[in-house]
């Protein structure tokens, strides 16, 4: 599978989720995206996860943008929310109406 980049995320200098300000250690930055609309941060493991309009979730490398994994789900996605307690990453989807869960490590369905 071959993902686009038909944008970026922007990670400006006060982003800090976690209490990670990533623009602090490595300046403003920008990730590819393929039409998000979910993400969330994994600050231990820097990763992010981003779930895609085109029916894809998206592990990247939160230092330097690389795809880590890419694994599909079921439509277009609402939010999407990571666990680090149970090293999880739920994504739900309006339309059929579901959540999708996966594990992280690796990243794979569940």
């Known amino acids: 599978m071959t993902l686009e980049p038909r944008g970026f995320i922007e990670l400006p200098a006060h982003a800090g989720a976690?209490?990670?300000d990533h623009a602090a250690?490595?300046?403003p930055t920008r990730r590819p995206f393929v039409a998000?609309?979910?993400?969330?941060?994994?600050v231990a493991g820097r990763r992010l996860f981003c779930a895609c309009d085109a029916g894809t979730l998206v592990e990247l490398h939160a230092d330097?943008?690389?795809?880590?994994?890419?694994e599909p789900i079921a439509g277009?996605?609402?939010v999407v929310?990571?666990?680090p307690a149970f090293g999880r990453v739920?994504?739900?989807i309006g339309d059929p109406g579901a959540i999708e869960v996966f594990d992280t490590a690796p990243l794979r369905r569940r």
Request: cysteine-free; glycine content about 18%; hydrophobic content about 40%.
């Open 90 to 92: 739920y994504v739900a």
């Open 25 to 27: 250690v490595h300046g």
């Open 81 to 83: 929310f990571f666990n």
């Open 18 to 20: 976690g209490g990670f």
């Open 76 to 78: 277009a996605p609402d």
């Open 36 to 42: 998000h609309t979910g993400l969330d941060l994994d």
């Open 64 to 70: 330097h943008g690389t795809v880590l994994a890419p």
